[in-house]
């Protein structure tokens, strides 16, 4: 595939990953249309100051719908013609589910089948779309690899993420569509949202509120930085793969399709990563002690060998830098 200015169609560009992927794919010279439903889940305002941003931009075009709107989607798809698309926008939270099941099976099941019967019949030259560490579930073998077992899903989110692999395994074996499907490992960064952890522990330490930490801090996350993801997103949209295995275990044997982790491949202690953000606000914190949560896992930790292979790069920020650059933003962003 051509490594020279192409129109990209990312779903999502309001949301915290998409906004920074459109922002890289601009400065990088190519066009992108965006698509995102603007939902409540979050403060809707942080969204609109993203899509603000990348509309400095003249390349960026936007079209605010659900994707559940199959008319909608259609339009915004014709006008655009793009050669490759990027479905980034989902109902994410893994205890939201709990609350609010129906979402993820709107956002995250119609929404993902409309996509698919879009790239089905446009023939797009490369379609990806994101899932999550969430789909290994009750896997407790480490490092998570693409070829294990996916089969035992703890929430309805990782079930509706297994899905929509899924769907588009089947969409890309029957009509040939090249797809690639990324499994996201704990993404923070400047712009997160406010629901991850990271946020929610720099508001309670810059505002001397006690911290929730479940487990009682005996958890590991493979915590990956925006930057990091972004660079591997970028690199992967110029390799669909093809009806020929390339010997990953990544790789589909009866489609042009792949899943591919995009982690840091370092499971950092979760009271470590509460110490970064105590050195990067200069705060001590107070923390309340918490049972494991419904759903949870203890650990997660990714293999990175395919996505080095297939792109010689992964991600490798230190947390400390990553969180120093988070609290650097939320300071700037809300005047703290």
């Not at 439903?37 to 942080?46: A, E, K, R, W």
């Not at 099941?109 to 779309?129: C, D, K, S, Y």
């Not at 929610?200 to 493979?222: H, Q, S």
Request: with cysteine; aromatic share 12%; hydrophobic share 40%.
């Amino acid at each position: 595939m051509t490594i020279g200015p192409a129109h990209y169609f990312i779903t999502g560009t309001a949301g915290f990953i998409g906004y920074h992927l459109a922002a890289r794919l601009l400065r990088d010279g190519h066009k992108v249309t965006g698509f995102d439903g603007m939902t409540p889940y979050y403060d809707v305002s942080l969204k609109h100051r993203r899509h603000a941003l990348l509309h400095e931009f003249t390349a960026f075009t936007a079209h605010e719908a659900m994707l559940e709107d199959e008319a909608a989607l259609t339009l915004a798809l014709d006008a655009a013609a793009p050669d490759v698309v990027i479905h980034l926008a989902a109902q994410a939270g893994v205890r939201y589910s709990i609350e609010n099941p129906r979402a993820y099976v709107n956002a995250n099941l119609v929404g993902t089948f409309n996509i698919l019967e879009e790239a089905r019949q446009r023939r797009v030259g490369h379609l990806l779309l994101a899932s999550t560490s969430s789909v290994y579930g009750a896997n407790s073998e480490l490092p998570f690899s693409e070829h294990h077992t996916t089969a035992e899903p703890l929430t309805l989110y990782a079930a509706s993420k297994q899905a929509t692999e899924g769907m588009a395994h089947s969409y890309s074996h029957l009509f040939g569509v090249p797809t690639t499907a990324f499994r996201f490992f704990t993404v923070y960064g400047p712009w997160g949202r406010p629901d991850m952890a990271l946020f929610k522990f720099t508001e309670a330490a810059l505002k001397g509120l006690p911290l929730d930490v479940y487990n009682n801090g005996e958890m590991e996350r493979d915590f990956t930085y925006i930057d990091d993801l972004v660079e591997a997103i970028t690199l992967l949209a110029r390799l669909p793969p093809g009806l020929q295995s390339d010997g990953l275990a990544c790789q589909s044997s009866s489609a042009p399709f792949r899943t591919v982790n995009i982690g840091n491949n370092q499971p950092v202690k979760l009271l470590d990563f509460i110490a970064a953000i105590e050195a990067a606000t200069g705060r001590e914190t107070r923390r309340n002690y918490m049972p494991m949560q419904p759903g949870d896992v203890p650990r997660t930790w990714a293999d990175t060998s395919a996505l080095l292979e297939l792109t010689g790069f992964v991600p490798n920020t230190p947390v400390s830098k990553g969180v120093s650059a988070f609290v650097d933003w939320y300071r700037a962003y809300y005047r703290v």
